[in-house]
């Protein structure tokens, strides 16, 4: 059975940091691409970032310089470290595991920037 648990989530104010971390369980996951992505009221899901197999990782511009996606093979772990956070990072953040496989999704996360 496959797992993606999502965690971290929170209240944080304008310009605060916060860190997601997505627990995996059921796959192979040092072959997986693992991805964040978002979802706020009212828009399409959206791409945040991504690490492959190999940890070359990409970004959506709108992230870029103050998300950082990290993973750690040996815990079955992906994180997210979300710095320099603003209002319109509100939203539901969603780990993604593909490869030949999937994609699976956790379950979620709240996150909301707001003083």
């Known amino acids: 059975q496959v797992q993606l648990v999502e965690s971290g989530g929170g209240l944080v104010q304008p310009g605060g940091s916060l860190r997601l971390s997505c627990a995996v369980s059921?796959?192979?996951?040092?072959?997986?691409?693992m991805k964040w992505y978002r979802q706020a009221p009212g828009k399409q899901r959206e791409l945040v970032a991504e690490i492959n197999s190999g940890g070359v990782t990409k970004y959506a511009d709108s992230v870029k310089g103050r998300f950082t996606i990290s993973r750690d093979n040996a815990k079955n772990m992906v994180s997210l470290q979300m710095n320099s956070l603003k209002p319109e990072d509100t939203a539901v953040y969603y780990c993604?595991?593909?490869?030949?496989?999937?994609?699976?999704w956790g379950q979620g996360t709240q996150v909301t920037v707001s003083s």
């Open positions: 993604n595991a593909a490869w030949i496989t999937g994609p699976y």
């Open positions: 059921g796959i192979r996951f040092s072959s997986y691409t």
